[in-house]
């Protein structure tokens, strides 16, 4: 006669057990799959020295200042600023001057098309994440949440 195979032990419920967050069924499952399957054990000793490990273990919080990624100070808040500022000026004189180029040159009208819908598409990608991060920073509860 065949004897009927034994259901799977799932090792999901050690962690439960562990955490006293079973039923008391499925408790009693994972103890009689213990006392039958010793080589289960180990498994569960390793699980409680990782799970005794992580709760027991103390992390040092960095200081406030290292939270902060704002200008520390007025001359590196001008200097950001201004940093900024010529950045935006220089893609401009340079996308204005590409332009200017490639409508006064005498190439035909495909490179023309190819290179505008090019600029015209990163262009407004960037318009397009701009106008989002400026509308979600409104109503952005964690906008000034530091820790």
């Known amino acids: 006669m065949i004897e009927p195979r034994a259901a799977k032990f799932n090792e999901e419920l050690l ?3 562990l955490d006293g967050e079973l039923t008391q069924a499925e408790e009693q499952r994972v103890r009689l799959h213990l006392e039958d399957h ?4 180990p498994i569960l000793e390793e699980m409680k020295r990782m ?4 709760l027991t273990t103390a992390f040092k919080l960095p200081d406030d200042g290292h939270w ?5 100070g007025l001359p590196s808040l001008v200097a950001r600023g201004l940093g900024w500022l010529l950045t935006l000026v ?22 023309k098309l190819l290179a505008f819908g090019a600029l015209a598409g990163v262009g ?8 989002d991060r400026l509308r979600s920073a409104r109503t952005d509860r964690y906008g000034r949440v530091l820790k």
């Open 15 to 17: 962690s439960g057990y």
């Open 51 to 54: 799970r005794d490990a992580t």
């Open 68 to 72: 902060d990624e704002r200008p520390q």
């Open 124 to 131: 407004l990608l960037f318009v397009s994440v701009l106008l």
């Open 90 to 111: 220089w893609v401009v004189a340079v996308a204005a001057f590409g332009l200017w180029q490639l409508a006064t040159s005498p190439s035909g009208l495909l490179p």
């Open 38 to 41: 010793p080589e289960t054990r």
